[in-house]
């Protein structure tokens, strides 16, 4: 079968063309999109709580309706659909946490920083050998030990008692 051989520039004003006339917000099945589901993924937890406090789907669906939340075709969210669309939430939920938990266990993949266990150290932190100073038991070379803040101390005492007055 021989190629065909295509207009770029036909194609590129085809396409304009078309996403002129398609509706922007098309759910698949060119469907018009509500934002119901995204609404039910949302709140998920509220309905769930209010569900548990004895509001039934049918009134919930009702008050999501009542604030504009719709059915693909404009008619009122019903308590089928909304039942509906908390199942199809739950169910992506999971199979998002089971491919997530199938991608953390391969041995393959470097697993995020964040998530990785602290490394156990079998020994606390040491300085080497040559770094450690050895203890010094003469007072003339006690001096080399001093701390900073020790030697700063030594040299404001003797100069204040340089400008002592008499």
Same mark, same amino acid.
């Given at each position: 079968?021989?190629?065909?051989?295509?207009?770029?520039?036909? *194609?590129?004003?085809?396409? @304009?063309?078309?996403?002129? =006339?398609? #509706?922007?917000?098309? $759910?698949?099945?060119? +469907? !018009? /999109? %509500?934002?119901?589901?995204?609404?039910?993924r949302?709140?998920?937890?509220?309905?769930?709580?209010?569900?548990?406090?004895?509001?039934?789907?049918?009134? *919930?669906?009702?008050?999501? @309706?009542?604030?504009?939340? =719709?059915? #693909?075709?404009?008619? $009122?969210?019903?308590? +089928? !659909? /909304? %039942?509906?669309?908390?199942?199809?939430?739950?169910?992506?939920?999971?199979?998002?946490?089971a491919?997530?938990?199938?991608?953390?266990a391969?041995?393959?993949l470097?697993?995020?920083?964040?998530?990785?266990?602290?490394?156990?150290?079998?020994?606390?932190?040491?300085?080497?050998?040559? /770094? %450690?100073?050895?203890?010094?038991?003469?007072?003339?070379?006690?001096?080399?030990?001093?701390?900073?803040?020790?030697?700063?101390?030594?040299?404001?005492?003797?100069?204040?008692?340089?400008?002592?007055?008499?």
């Amino acid at each position: 079968m021989p190629t065909r051989h295509l207009d770029p520039a036909r *194609l590129k004003s085809d396409v @304009a063309r078309l996403r002129e =006339t398609r #509706s922007p917000a098309l $759910a698949p099945g060119s +469907r !018009r /999109l %509500t934002g119901a589901m995204a609404v039910v993924r949302h709140h998920l937890d509220l309905l769930q709580r209010l569900h548990a406090e004895g509001a039934t789907w049918v009134d *919930l669906a009702a008050g999501l @309706a009542a604030q504009g939340v =719709t059915q #693909s075709h404009g008619a $009122a969210l019903t308590g +089928r !659909r /909304l %039942t509906a669309l908390i199942a199809s939430v739950e169910r992506q939920d999971r199979r998002r946490a089971a491919r997530e938990a199938e991608r953390l266990a391969r041995a393959d993949l470097v697993r995020p920083v964040c998530m990785q266990a602290p490394a156990k150290m079998s020994s606390p932190v040491r300085l080497a050998a040559e /770094l %450690t100073r050895p203890a010094i038991a003469d007072e003339k070379h006690a001096a080399l030990s001093d701390t900073e803040d020790v030697i700063r101390r030594r040299s404001l005492e003797h100069i204040q008692e340089l400008l002592k007055k008499d």
